[in-house]
């Protein structure tokens, strides 16, 4: 079944029988994050929740299937940290989250958009969502990755590996990630930079163009501060 027909195969649940899935997901999931890095943490988890309900309305995207695909959206993202990006963190959670939704009583329709959403959200990945409900999880994980919590993310995550705040001896195109180069300014320049051009919901892209003006700021002083300047 095409991941796109979601919407005419949504199963009818009752808000309070919904209410009562969501938590169910949101107890499995949070276990998944004890001992979480900080930059990819449980905290991270909600607020990408919240930007998906805040993204899923104004998108009319069915909010079930979104709210339980944001909850269990970096499910696999220990495993990624653990080999040092070797193992994809959308492919693992993937695959772990088509077992923790089995049981629930959702349409095989809303099950495959769920593993759909979770397995497409990635910046990086080959995938590209192609369900309205996967553009508005993917537009929420991206808005989380800039504006001030990004930035305060990306210095978290340098710091989380032993990187350093920046290295101006070193073309950025001849570093490595993971390493002691995978810089916040790195991050910047290579991934949040290019983010607001990505971004693939009307809602989405509005909260991007206001993230991305604060974030271009903050590094344009960072870097002159960073030389004696400013
Ligand atoms: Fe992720
Ligand atoms: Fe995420």
Same mark, same amino acid.
């Given at each position: 079944m095409a991941v796109h027909s979601i919407n005419a195969s949504k199963v009818s649940v009752n808000s309070s029988l919904m209410q009562d899935i969501l938590l169910r997901v949101k107890e499995t999931a949070k276990e998944i994050f #004890? &001992? +979480?890095c900080g930059s990819h943490d449980w905290d991270h988890t909600l607020r990408v929740y919240h930007l998906c309900d805040r993204i899923g309305k104004a998108e009319k995207a069915d909010l079930d299937v979104v709210r339980i695909a944001a909850l269990l959206h970096d499910i696999g993202r220990s495993q990624q940290d653990k080999t040092n990006g070797d193992v994809c963190h959308a492919r693992q959670g993937a695959r772990l989250a088509r077992e923790i939704i089995? /049981?629930? /009583?959702? !349409?095989e329709a809303q099950r495959e958009n769920i593993v759909h959403c979770i397995r497409t959200h *990635?910046? *990086? &990945?080959?995938r590209r969502p192609e369900t309205i409900e996967a553009k508005v999880l993917f537009d929420a994980d991206r808005l989380d990755a800039i504006g001030a919590v990004g930035v305060a993310r990306a210095f978290l995550f340098a710091g989380e590996i032993g +990187?350093?705040?920046? #290295?101006? =001896?070193?073309k950025i195109e001849d570093t490595q990630p993971y !390493?002691?180069? =995978?810089t916040g300014y790195r991050e910047y320049k290579l991934k949040l930079s290019k983010i607001k051009n990505r971004m693939l919901t009307d809602e989405g892209k509005k909260l991007a163009d206001k993230r991305h003006l604060f974030m271009a700021d903050f590094f344009k002083r960072f870097i002159n501060e960073y030389k004696g300047k400013g």
């Amino acid at each position: 079944m095409a991941v796109h027909s979601i919407n005419a195969s949504k199963v009818s649940v009752n808000s309070s029988l919904m209410q009562d899935i969501l938590l169910r997901v949101k107890e499995t999931a949070k276990e998944i994050f #004890n &001992g +979480a890095c900080g930059s990819h943490d449980w905290d991270h988890t909600l607020r990408v929740y919240h930007l998906c309900d805040r993204i899923g309305k104004a998108e009319k995207a069915d909010l079930d299937v979104v709210r339980i695909a944001a909850l269990l959206h970096d499910i696999g993202r220990s495993q990624q940290d653990k080999t040092n990006g070797d193992v994809c963190h959308a492919r693992q959670g993937a695959r772990l989250a088509r077992e923790i939704i089995r /049981p629930l /009583p959702l !349409s095989e329709a809303q099950r495959e958009n769920i593993v759909h959403c979770i397995r497409t959200h *990635r910046f *990086r &990945g080959c995938r590209r969502p192609e369900t309205i409900e996967a553009k508005v999880l993917f537009d929420a994980d991206r808005l989380d990755a800039i504006g001030a919590v990004g930035v305060a993310r990306a210095f978290l995550f340098a710091g989380e590996i032993g +990187a350093r705040l920046h #290295n101006p =001896d070193i073309k950025i195109e001849d570093t490595q990630p993971y !390493s002691e180069n =995978d810089t916040g300014y790195r991050e910047y320049k290579l991934k949040l930079s290019k983010i607001k051009n990505r971004m693939l919901t009307d809602e989405g892209k509005k909260l991007a163009d206001k993230r991305h003006l604060f974030m271009a700021d903050f590094f344009k002083r960072f870097i002159n501060e960073y030389k004696g300047k400013g």
